[in-house]
């Protein structure tokens, strides 16, 4: 872990489900669908930083504001990261 990440905040999977009013799975889902990529502990851990949060907030808007499936968030999300 670099000095960068040791001193961002890290939150585990219960705390993220329940301040976004998420299920723990949903947030395990978009980790297998790849939207998600939390680093974990040497005890398997899942860790979510504040970029995660922040990919998080922009999969849920997709999904819940403008109703945009998984397929379509996956498509949105590769075509922003080639654009940045």
């Known amino acids: 872990m670099s000095k960068t990440q040791a001193s961002e905040a890290h939150y585990m999977i219960s705390a993220v489900a329940q301040k976004y009013s998420i299920h723990p ?4 889902l978009y ?3 790849g939207l998600l990529k ?3 502990t040497d ?3 899942r860790l979510y930083g504040e970029e995660d949060l922040k990919q998080l907030e922009t999969i849920l ?5 403008l109703g945009v499936n998984m397929a379509g968030v996956e498509i949105i999300l590769n075509m922003r990261e080639k654009i940045e």
């Open 25 to 28: 799975q949903t947030l395990r």
């Open 31 to 33: 980790e297998r669908e």
């Open 38 to 40: 939390p680093s974990r």
């Open 43 to 45: 005890g398997n851990t």
């Open 61 to 65: 808007a997709l999904t819940r504001d």
